[in-house]
Nanobody, 120 residues
Framework: QVQLVESGGGSVQSGGSLRLSCVAS????????GNWHRQIPGRQREFIAG???????KYVEVVKDRFIVSMDSVKKTAYLEMNALKPEDTALYYC??????????????WGQGIQVTVSS
């Protein structure tokens, strides 16, 4: 049974930083993609950043230059370093992990969500 455990959320003042972690356990499959999404109250969950195991990174414009996504494929962990946080970054943050099994077989998992609150 694969489990994703997120950590690192919490409350911070505007301009502060937080680092989220998402650890996948319970599988020997290769860690090939780590994405981060967030859901602001009243809005749909949205993609904000992602990294593939070839090093390719993607960011949405509103977090680009402030957030850094990274991964440790051996530890099966994805990270999201969030800097210069703003009140509008307040949301529930979810990790999304893709594992590679046998050729052509990929398995996707969501984290449980972790709250990030930024006060002005």
């Amino acid at each position: 049974q694969v489990q994703l455990v997120e950590s690192g959320g919490g409350s911070v003042q505007s301009g502060g930083s937080l680092r989220l972690s998402c650890v996948a356990s319970g599988s020997d499959n290769a860690f090939i993609l780590g994405n981060w999404h967030r859901q602001i109250p009243g809005r749909q969950r949205e993609f904000i950043a992602g990294i593939a195991n070839n090093g390719t990174r993607k960011y949405v414009e509103v977090v680009k230059d402030r957030f850094i996504v990274s991964m440790d494929s051996v530890k099966k962990t994805a990270y999201l370093e969030m800097n210069a946080l703003k009140p509008e970054d307040t949301a529930l943050y979810y990790c999304y992990i893709l594992l590679q099994g046998a050729p052509g077989r990929r398995y996707a998992y969501w984290g449980q969500g972790i709250q990030v609150t930024v006060s002005s």
